[in-house]
């Protein structure tokens, strides 16, 4: 490593310490080893110098292939999704990259592939919201490191729809919103979500409105798996609300969705 390079490396550390890291010692060490690879610490650094990463809070999840973070921005709190550049299952990113006709023309190298998920995450979420669903709105990506507004109150997500505790009528109220947006998706949208259950819905607790989200597998239509995608979506839904007593069957909502 050149000397000028480990100079501003060693300078967008410095730069995260300001950024008050609040973790522990420990954990930080961890996390920095897997997440905060010298390219993500580069891609912090350009968010920061960009002023729309003011300070870098805690971690929120640490999933599959991404971590999420939440931070401040200068006037509000956001989230960043950083994918995991060295340590994600990127085999699966690649089934659903590449049936994908507008990312035809990227390379097929690991950080092209990454990069290019982000990317995704990002219009897919874009598409989402001006068909009329609620997601967390995206406000931009840095190479894997996706930007968008923080859902939660006091640094603490909204729960998940697994998580929370309900009864008949708001599962009711929540299946018809989600049974609306997966078809306003289909129908205005042109996409599927491809991973839609009880763990990528959140509930804002104000409204018991559903959230969608973790939309970066989500497809076009054109796509070669949509309709089974679709349909997996649609038996995930289907088989969560069967304990509130919705008799809605797979084929109900299918035919809702697309028609
Ligand atoms: N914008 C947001 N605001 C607040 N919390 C969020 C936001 N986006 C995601 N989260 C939280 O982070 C968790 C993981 O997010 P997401 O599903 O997008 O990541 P993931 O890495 O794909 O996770 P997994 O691998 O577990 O599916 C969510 O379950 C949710 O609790």
Known sequence: MSK???????????????MRIKR???????VKEDVFDTPTLISLYNLSNKDILYALGGAISTGKEANIFFAESSDKPIALKIYRITTSTFRAMEEYILGDPRFKNIRHEKRD?????TRKEYRNLIRAQNAGIRVPSPITTEKNILVMDFLGENEVSYPLLKEVKLDTEQAHQIYETIKSYMRKLYKHG???HGDLSEYNIMIDPNNIEP??????????LDHPR????LNRDIKNITRFFKRFKI?????????????
């Not at 522990?24 to 961890?30: G, M, N, R, V």
């Open 4 to 18: 000028d390079y480990s100079k501003k490396i060693k300078s967008i550390d410095d730069k995260l310490e300001k």
């Open 24 to 30: 522990k010692d420990s954990d930080y060490t961890k």
């Open 113 to 117: 592939i990454i990069m290019a998920w």
């Open 190 to 192: 042109n996409l599927v």
């Open 211 to 220: 959230i969608f989200i973790d939309m970066g597998q989500s497809v076009t």
């Open 226 to 229: 949509a309709e089974y995608f």
């Open 247 to 259: 008799s809605d069957s797979p084929e109900d909502l299918s035919a809702f969705v697309r028609n």
